[in-house]
Structure formats: C-alpha cells, structure tokens
C-alpha cells in the first residue's frame, strides 16, 4: 500500500516506510529485473556501469522518482521510476564528475520527454559545477511512443553538447545499441569509447542500408567497435569489454582538468634530473639508414613521467600518434608522427585525428609536445579527391590558433608541409628542438635531386649515372637536408643530442607554465570543416 491508496492521515513512520517501498522498486526489483535482461545480452545494468566507475559511495542519484507523462500506446499502464536513464553525480579518484547511464532494460533506454528532462539538468549541473560529463548510452533511441518530443530532447541534448564543448570534458561510452541521430551528441562530445561485440553506432541499421542500397552488411560490420575505431574514426577507444571501458575513463579522467579555467590535476614530480640510461638509449634509436624505420612510442615512452602514456584514437590513422602524458607530474598532449606506420605521412585522417586533438588540448589549457619525423602529406588521388587540402588544412589552423604552451623536437625527416604543419616555430611553437639526425628540407635528398639535376643526370651514360646521382644526394643531404640551416635561422632554438632531450622538454615545459597569449577578437573563427 503507498500514500496514494490511503484514505486515512499517514504517520511519519508511514511515510518513511512507504518512501522505502519505493525506493526498493526503484532500485532493488527494477534491478533484479535488469540483471536478467542485460547479463543474458553480456552486459551490465546502467547501476552496475555507474558502481564500477565510479569510488565507492559517492553516487548522489537525481529524479530518482521521475514517471514519464505519456498516455499514448498504452503507456499510461507502466510508469517505471527513473524512466530508463540513473543520473546523478559522483567522484572518480576524489574529484567530481556528472554522470548519466541509459537503463536499456526500460523501454529499451529509449529517449523520451522525462529521460530528456534528466539528462539535460544533469547536464546543465555538470556545466554549474564546471566538471567532466559521462554518458553511458546503452538505447534503441527515441521513444517511439512519445514522437516528436523525444526528436526535441535530442537536439535539445545536441545542443547543450555544443554548448559545453570546449568548457567541461565530454565523454560518452557506447554499451549497447546507438542508432539514429542519437549517435550525434556522443559524436559532438570530446572522447568516445566503444566495447567490442556488445556495442555498435550507425545513423542507419543493416535493414535499412539493405533496403536503401542493397547492399548486406552485419551490425559489428556496419557500426561494431571495430569499425567505429580503425576506420570511421567515431571511437577514441575500442575496448575489449565493459571493465576495459570504464578503467579507459578513468584513466583518461586522470589526466583533463574539470573545466576549462581549472588547471590538469598535477601528480608529484620524481623525475630525473640528470641523464638517466633510458635517455641513453635515445642515442641508439634512430636508425643510421634513413628508410630504416623505429617506433615513436619508444621516444615518447622515454620523455614521459615513468614511461606512460594513454593513446587517443590508437587505432585509427596509426600513422599519427597522440595521447595524453605527464611530465613532471603535469599533462601534455604528445602529437607524433609515427615512422612504423606509412612512415608516419600525414594523410586526411591523421590530419583531422591530430587537429581535434590539439584543439581539445588548447581548450582545456593542456600544453602540446609534438615530436616531428614526416616526409609530408600523402599524395595521390584518393586523399585528392577525398578532400586533403580542406582537410589537411585542418591540422594547420588548429596549431596556428592554440595558444597553450608548445614544444616541437624534430627526431629525423620534416619535409615539405609536413615540416611546417607539425609544430613548426612560424606556426607559434614556443620551443623548438632538432636532434642531429634531423633532415629540415623541401624534399627527401634523392626527390630533390631528381628534379634539380634532371637534365644534367638525363645526359649521362648509366655507369656515371648511379655514381653522380649519388653524390648529389650527399653533398644535396650535407648542405640541405640537416638541422643546421633551420638553426641558422632560429626556426630551430636548440640542436641536442637525443639523450639531452627528455630534460630539455621538461624544463622548457616549467618555462612555459606562465605563457599568456590572447587571439585576435572575435565571435569565432572558421576552421575548414
Ligand atoms: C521505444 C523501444 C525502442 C524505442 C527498443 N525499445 N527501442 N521502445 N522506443 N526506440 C524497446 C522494445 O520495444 C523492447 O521492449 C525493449 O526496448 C528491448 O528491445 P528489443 O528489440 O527486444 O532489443 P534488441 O533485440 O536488443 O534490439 C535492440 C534494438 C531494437 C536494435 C535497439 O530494439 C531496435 O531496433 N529498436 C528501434 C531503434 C530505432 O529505430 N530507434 C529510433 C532511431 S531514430 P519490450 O517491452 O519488448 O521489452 C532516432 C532519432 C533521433 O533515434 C533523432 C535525433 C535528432
């Protein structure tokens, strides 16, 4: 019996009792019953996901006791409390966190006017308290049920995404089904994870695109984690399954400020002051011959506090690396080119990769390490016709406009565009520093040989042939294709051996913690989309 069956004044101790009844089917019986259907699909419930994330007894639940209002379909008969979305707040490693968790058990965590109602106040809480939003999707997307009410809370929810882009960190996590243009407001927040097999996005489902196309495609194939990290590029992450997910948020909580006028959380410093072994070893890593390749992770791994580091988007466009670090307890964004994968060229998904990662770092006052090796943009007529000018544009004008802290090593080659796009000194780094083996130049030695020399090599008999051509890519290399004439200049500030670089950085990075620097105003400016 609850208060509204009573014809009699309850006691108080009534009323307590009848506040626990409630509260029981809330979370106990509706629990019990979302346990059957989410672990029989190898998921779990929308509590579960918030008890894992989240430190132990922190969760403050809102609108626990929300109905929907809709009479139509018959829905009038099945009023579930929290009308499939548990919002609420919470801390993570002590520090403060809104959160919201679509309940698929409930009107298969379908979007309607309630559940809207509950996630934008939990979203315009995160935007009061200025700390990071979570949103766990796991939803057959609008409520079918409650029409064009539901499509209004979606814009409405795009719409408060845009609004807190740039301001509070956005992270969504895709548990289960995200279809429709439901798929737009975690595709407008800053950092997406997707869980392998139990997941899967797409504006349009296999059955549709059959119908529309013809053509036969699986869910996972379409939209499956896979997809959505190494190609499509929605996914920032793709993990292996629910715990994977949530450690990878938390982690990467780790690393972001709340806001975007608070500081990263900052760690204790240990390093080394002094040349350590590992810094040694950078001495030994770039290989003497220039098409040999190495791996960049082992230069980023010996330039970080205790080697460690959190890829963003590790799958997609491997060819450029970034992810988060610390050094000297602080946070740094790493954009790198990565010489094991197409030798770390710059094509259209590692531009736009590297852009929105750098632009998330300027905005939330996270200094940029870029560590260059890139013999320039891809050519060919697939990144052509593709959009690589529009496209490739993008890295340029994010590095132009951020204005937090810069430091760029140049490692080996930095040719052409590429030279000039990857934290060069003319797009506003700060420091900037170039190993010995670097090769500043136009083109690669033999490229710019070819086209130089073209007429006097076309005169030669093929014994002299190979034997001059030789030697004007080394005297081209000698006098072109090193440091020394970018230092000449000062495009370069410092020419150091590898070893010495892990200080360098360090120290230029505590240099750099008072930089001020304001853009010219204006309401926004217009990045090639
Ligand atoms: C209401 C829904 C629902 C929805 C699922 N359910 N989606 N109820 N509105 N959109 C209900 C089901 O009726 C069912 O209720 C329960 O949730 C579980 O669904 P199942 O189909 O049994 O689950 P499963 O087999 O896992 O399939 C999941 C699914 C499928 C692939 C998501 O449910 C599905 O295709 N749903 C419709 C998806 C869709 O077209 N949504 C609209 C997208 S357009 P019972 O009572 O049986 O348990 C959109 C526009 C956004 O979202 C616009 C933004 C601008």
Do not use: W
């Given at each position: 019996m609850t208060l509204e069956d009573l014809s009699f004044t309850p006691t108080t101790s009534f009323r307590i009792a009848d506040l626990?009844?409630?509260?029981?089917?809330?979370?106990?019986?509706?629990?019990?019953?979302?346990?059957?259907?989410?672990?029989?699909?190898?998921?779990?419930?929308?509590?579960?996901?918030?008890?894992?994330?989240?430190?132990p007894g922190s969760f403050v639940e809102l609108d626990q006791l929300a109905r929907h209002r809709c009479t139509e379909f018959g829905m009038d008969a099945n009023?579930?409390?929290?009308?499939?979305?548990?919002?609420?707040?919470?801390?993570?490693?002590?520090?403060q966190i809104c959160l919201f968790s679509q309940d698929f058990?409930?009107?298969?965590?379908?979007?309607?006017?309630?559940?809207?109602?509950?996630?934008?106040?939990?979203?315009d809480l995160a935007m009061t308290l200025g700390c990071p939003v979570v949103g766990i999707n796991d939803s057959g997307g609008a409520r079918i049920q409650e029409g064009?009410?539901?499509?209004?809370?979606?814009?409405?929810?795009?719409?408060?995404?845009?609004?807190?882009?740039?301001?509070?960190?956005?992270?969504?996590?895709?548990?289960?089904?995200?279809?429709?243009?439901?798929?737009?407001?975690?595709?407008?927040?800053?950092?997406?994870?997707?869980?392998?097999?139990?997941?899967?996005?797409?504006v349009t489902g296999p059955d549709v695109v059959h119908a529309v196309t013809g053509e036969r495609v699986s869910?996972?194939?379409?939209?499956?984690?896979?997809?959505?990290?190494?190609?499509?590029?929605?996914?920032?992450?793709?993990?292996?399954?629910?715990?994977d997910a949530i450690e990878w948020v938390q982690v990467l909580l780790g690393y972001l400020p709340s806001n975007n006028l608070d500081p990263a959380p900052e760690y204790t410093d240990d390093t080394d002051p002094g040349i350590t072994a590992a810094d040694l070893e950078l001495d030994r890593l770039v290989p003497d011959a220039l098409n040999q390749v190495y791996?960049?992770?082992?230069?980023?791994?010996?330039?970080?506090?205790?080697?460690?580091?959190?890829?963003?988007?590790?799958?997609?466009?491997?060819?450029?690396i970034c992810a988060f670090a610390r050094i000297q307890g602080h946070t740094v964004g790493v954009v790198a080119n990565q010489p094991r994968c197409q030798a770390g060229v710059i094509d259209i998904d590692a531009s736009e990769k590297a852009a929105r990662f750098v632009r998330f770092c300027d905005a939330f006052g996270i200094p940029l390490?870029?560590?260059?090796?890139?013999?320039?943009?891809?050519?060919?007529?697939?990144?052509?016709?593709?959009?690589?000018i529009r496209r490739g544009a993008k890295l340029i004008y994010a590095y132009a406009e951020a204005t937090v802290p810069k430091v760029t090593v140049v490692t080996r080659k930095a040719y052409g565009g590429g030279y000039a796009v990857m934290g060069s000194k003319h797009l506003g780094a700060d420091v900037n520093i170039a190993w010995p083996t670097a090769e500043i130049a136009v083109m690669g030695a033999e490229g710019a040989v070819q086209v130089l020399h073209r007429r006097e090599l076309a005169g030669l008999p093929p014994d002299e042939l190979a034997r001059a051509r030789r030697r004007l890519t080394e005297e081209y290399r000698e006098r072109h294709a090193s440091p020394y004439l970018a230092a000449e200049r000062g495009y370069v500030d410092?020419?150091?051996?590898?070893?010495?670089?892990?200080?360098?950085?360090?120290r230029a990075l505590r240099a750099l913690r008072t930089k001020r620097q304001a853009l010219p105003a204006k309401k926004h400016g217009n990045i090639p989309l």
């Open positions: 626990a009844t409630r509260q029981d089917e809330v979370v106990r019986i509706a629990e019990k019953r979302a346990i059957d259907r989410q672990h029989a699909k190898g998921k779990l419930t929308a509590r579960e996901r918030i008890d894992l994330l989240v430190d009023r579930p409390y929290g009308d499939g979305v548990v919002t609420g707040h919470a801390t993570v490693d002590g520090r058990s409930v009107f298969g965590g379908s979007m309607g006017e309630v559940f809207g109602e509950k996630v934008l106040k939990v979203m064009v009410v539901s499509l209004a809370y979606y814009a409405e929810l795009g719409r408060r995404n845009a609004l807190a882009s740039g301001v509070i960190p956005q992270i969504s996590m895709i548990m289960g089904p995200c279809a429709g243009g439901a798929v737009y407001s975690p595709a407008i927040t800053d950092f997406t994870v997707m869980v392998e097999d139990t997941s899967h996005m797409f869910a996972q194939e379409l939209g499956g984690a896979g997809t959505n990290s190494e190609v499509a590029g929605n996914a920032h992450h793709r993990a292996a399954d629910e715990h791996d960049m992770t082992e230069v980023i791994a010996r330039l970080v506090d205790d080697g460690e580091f959190t890829e963003i988007h590790g799958a997609f466009a491997p060819n450029m390490l870029t560590l260059a090796d890139v013999p320039g943009y891809l050519p060919g007529v697939d990144q052509e016709r593709g959009g690589i410092q020419v150091l051996a590898p070893s010495q670089t892990r200080v360098q950085v360090a």
